[in-house]
């Protein structure tokens, strides 16, 4: 499978615990994006990755969030202090940089945190 | 950026044509038109894109009037597969701004 790749695929944690999210995007594409969907709600935008450096991020992005993408590779997200507000999907989305199209982009599967 | 509105929710059969309307009044000038379609516990998957006019691909077509204050998402001789939320979004291919803006979506449910 040469697509988007997250992991784990669920996530149940107690509150006050931190979880780290993995994402692999496609291998040649050079731009990655992190989104929260909660339920009914469509994807919302978290931050954004051209190779290693973190160009952008959304005022939802608190500082209990961080992001890496150390060798413009893989990615992984990371909440400390869980909330149960925190509770939703995360979805990671990769798209290759050598076209100026931010609008196509393609997400992996997600990963669902549980926070009890 | 434009704020998209589209219906909650659809109902067809196995088989109808199903046209999605978007309106996006505040449309800019550089503003591409896109669609994704999202099934439960999967990431969305871009559907199609277009400026103006009509655009066709192997799964839908788009109609975007010449004002391009509204857009149509056409899926022909839809299956029960189709069932989904589809996101009407709009926003530009430069630079500035690089995050996909989803709204709610449409529910499109297919029954038998």
């Known amino acids: 499978d040469t697509g988007v790749s997250q992991n784990p695929r669920h996530k149940i944690t107690k509150r006050g615990q931190n979880v780290t999210f993995r994402c692999d995007p496609i291998?040649?594409?050079?731009?990655l994006y992190w989104y929260r969907q909660t339920l009914g709600q469509g994807p919302e935008f978290l931050t954004y990755?051209?190779?290693?450096?973190?160009?952008?991020k959304s005022r939802l992005l608190s500082d209990r969030f961080s992001a890496e993408r150390p060798k413009g590779s893989f990615s992984t997200l990371e909440i400390q202090r869980t909330e149960q507000g925190d509770s939703a999907m995360y979805l990671c989305?990769?798209?290759?940089?050598?076209?100026?199209?931010?609008?196509?982009?393609?997400f992996g599967p997600g990963t669902r945190l549980t926070v009890l | 950026l434009a704020k998209t509105t589209q219906p909650i929710s659809m109902d067809s059969y196995e088989g109808q044509e199903v046209n999605i309307t978007c309106s996006h009044n505040?449309?800019?000038?550089?503003?591409?038109i896109t669609w994704y379609q999202q099934f439960p516990s999967q990431g969305p998957r871009f559907i199609i894109q277009?400026?103006?006019t009509k655009v066709t691909n192997e799964v839908a077509s788009l109609f975007i009037p010449a004002d391009r204050k509204s857009s149509t998402l056409s899926l022909p001789r839809v299956s029960l597969s189709d069932t989904a939320v589809y996101y009407c979004?709009?926003?530009?291919?430069?630079?500035?701004?690089?995050?996909?803006?989803f709204g709610s979506g449409t529910r499109l449910q297919v029954q038998p």
């Open positions: 989305a990769s798209s290759p940089g050598h076209t100026n199209s931010y609008n196509e982009q393609f």
């Open positions: 277009g400026y103006k």
């Open positions: 291998s040649e594409h050079n731009r």
């Open positions: 990755f051209q190779n290693e450096a973190q160009l952008e």
């Open positions: 505040n449309i800019a000038t550089n503003d591409y």
């Open positions: 979004l709009v926003g530009d291919e430069d630079t500035g701004r690089r995050a996909l803006t």
